[in-house]
């Protein structure tokens, strides 16, 4: 028995819990039950895509955290919310 | 429970062999030349009456001659030694089940505890054992074998040296009695680096009850680690008990040459049908090799050899014989060959996960190209699919696939789907 073919997206973001500044820069990130400082930014681009179904609105950040994780974070503009990217 | 250790030594053993093949020899100043043909030659092992002459191991060739022109020089021939060490190990391996070959050939440590009551007291137990190498080795050789008994191998050690041809020294099996023994010993038989020695000797130390009676802390600031270890072993609390040895029965496929060879091209082609017979070889099934050695008997008598130790082991013809070639390049036989054993010692699990994309089968990735996606894929991963389905019920393989490899959002680009090639 085989079924049906099982599909894995790749790089399927998660939500994640920032912490930002009054400029809607992130601060700290909630990371196994715990906030770890961010301790530098390194990048930050924004897209707006699918404009004519379902639009996407994100706001990227790459950041290093201060044990020296780097991560990609967005925050989606259409409901607030905050994901991890990878 | 202390682990009791009887050190078996032979000092030029293998000079030793050399003269009971050539006892024309025997009285005549001889010398046996250094195993390595890539440098530049070397002496490796001189007998008394060169000693006297000045003659010495590490000298080099015109020096040793200079001082004693009657020198006969010997070419080594490993394979001969190695032969005569392993009858050695199988004889002594009927009297004690814990044997412990040291780098030097000469070198044997047995492990004792317990084998006093199958035979007897010390002193019997060392007769028997003597007795046992005379079915090997000849008498003359025997006779001037150094047997010490004491508890651990250092120790043992130690007391062999200590001991003279045909008078064994015994240290019973207390830690008292070995410190007492080791205080007059010299520090030279610590198995430290020869620094550390001449430090030693340097600072005023020259017995083992001398370094015993420093403390510990002193030792260790000035030696770091190989202080305390000296430390330990000079006042007998560190008795290292005698390893077994680990031998996996080795994989042996011999070609003979129909004329003596010298040129790499056709060394490399018999290097090839040995492999090819060596990896065919059924009890091979299911291991990869680790550690495997080539031997070759010389033209006009003696043998050489190489070891090889993979960093990964393999099971591939063509890893073994990418192996062997570098280093038959870098140090060829010294003369021509005339017949060539291929030895598998050392032996790792099956490595099957090189085979799933092997290069040399026809269905191959890399011999068709991107046919993975195209339903035709190598048999060996097929075969491994179908193992892992019948295990877990399912194929637990995915196989990367574009989606929208330029979109802007990443998850858009890139999925894993299912794979599984015994579908089809």
Sequence with gaps: ?86 | MHSLALCLWLPTFELRLELVRAPELDGTSVALLSPETHARRTLWQVCERAWHAGVRPGQGLAQAIALCPSLTLLEPDPTHYDTAREEVLEALGTLSPVIQPDEERGKIFLGMSGLGRLHGSAQNQIHLVLQRLLDVLPPALVATTRAGMAPGTFGAWVAAVRARPGQPCVVADDPAELARFLEHCPVTSLPVDPATIERLERLGLSTLGQVARLPEGAMVAQFGAQGRDARAWARGERMDPVRPRFRPRPIRVTLDLPAPAGQLMVLNAALRRLLDRGLASPARRGRSIHTFRLIAQLEHKGSWGLEIVLRQPSAHAESLAFALRSKLELAPPPRAVTSLTLEFTGFAGAAQQNDLFSRDERSGRAATGHQLAGGKVPAALRDAVRELKLRLGHSPLYRVVELDPWSRIPERRHALLNFDPTDA
């Design chain 1, 1 to 86: 028995m085989s079924g049906a073919p099982r599909i894995i997206t790749l790089a399927a973001p998660t939500s994640i819990d920032v912490r930002t500044n009054a400029c809607g820069t992130p601060m700290a990130v909630a990371r196994r039950r715990r906030w770890v400082q961010v301790a530098s930014q390194h990048e930050h681009w924004q897209i707006d895509d699918e404009w004519w179904r379902q639009p996407v609105s994100r706001s990227y950040h790459v950041v290093a955290l201060e044990d020296g994780t780097l991560l990609t974070l967005y925050r989606d503009r259409t409901s607030g919310q905050w994901f991890l990217q990878r």
